[in-house]
T-cell receptor
Framework: AQTVTQSQPEMSVQEAETVTLSCTYD???????LFWYKQPPSRQMILVIR??????QNATENRFSVNFQKAAKSFSLKISDSQLGDAAMYFC?????????FGQGTRLTINP | GAVVSQHPSWVICKSGTSVKIECRSL??????MFWYRQFPKQSLMLMAT?????????EQGVEKDKFLINHASLTLSTLTVTSAHPEDSSFYIC?????????????FGDGTRLSIL
């Protein structure tokens, strides 16, 4: 079984600043992937970044990077130089062999 | 690439009618498609997984006779909400995964807002 926990229902950050969203997970599977998805008000699910669990190197996509701590089962998302367009719900997710399990989400507000 | 089209985007219908939602992968072959339900201010909950040419696998608590899923081709899956009632009102999202294996990212449609009066 997989579980994903996001303990921050809401976060806010000043434009151009850096913010980190937290995520912890639990899985009994040896192979798995971790994802961060963004859901803006349009409700479209947009893949932000993904991490293969067997890789030690943290994934990076432009202003988005993760801090993957496998032993601690932690997978946080760092957004640098926050922009107004980053405002959205962010979901952490764990992909096992069968299905993708989402966390509860964190609503990120960007203050101009 | 990896575009998933979901139609309709919004539907309003009377209680007791059936509603069909389509999910199409436009530029790739989707061996597996997924249907999710999302209530306001909540996360996505997986309803069922469908593989092309096979019967869908439903998650615990999801009524398979209420939510009929068909995945007849590698580019199309449909979800039919039969005899819909107000409690079925929700946001339904499909996703599709290509042929690269179980750990490939899922690509999501834009969702369907279903309102049952």
């Amino acid at each position: 079984a997989q579980t994903v926990t996001q303990s921050q229902p809401e976060m806010s950050v000043q434009e151009a600043e850096t913010v980190t969203l937290s995520c912890t997970y639990d899985t009994s599977e040896s192979d798995y992937y971790l994802f961060w998805y963004k859901q803006p008000p349009s409700r479209q699910m947009i893949l932000v970044i993904r991490q293969e669990a067997y890789k030690q190197q943290n994934a990076t996509e432009n202003r988005f990077s993760v801090n993957f701590q496998k032993a601690a089962k932690s997978f946080s998302l760092k957004i640098s130089d926050s922009q107004l367009g980053d405002a959205a719900m962010y979901f952490c997710a764990s992909q096992g062999a069968q299905k993708l399990v989402f966390g509860q989400g964190t609503r990120l507000t960007i203050n101009p | 690439g990896a575009v998933v089209s979901q139609h309709p985007s919004w539907v309003i219908c009377k209680s007791g009618t059936s509603v069909k939602i389509e999910c199409r992968s436009l530029d790739f072959q989707a061996t597996t498609m997924f249907w999710y339900r999302q209530f306001p201010k909540q996360s996505l909950m997986l309803m069922a997984t469908s593989n092309e040419g096979s019967k869908a696998t439903y998650e615990q608590g999801v009524e398979k006779d209420k939510f009929l899923i068909n995945h007849a081709s590698l580019t199309l899956s449909t979800l039919t909400v039969t005899s819909a009632h107000p409690e079925d009102s929700s946001f339904y999202i499909c996703s599709a995964r290509g042929t690269g294996g179980a750990y490939q990212p899922q690509h999501f449609g834009d969702g369907t807002r279903l309102s049952i009066l």
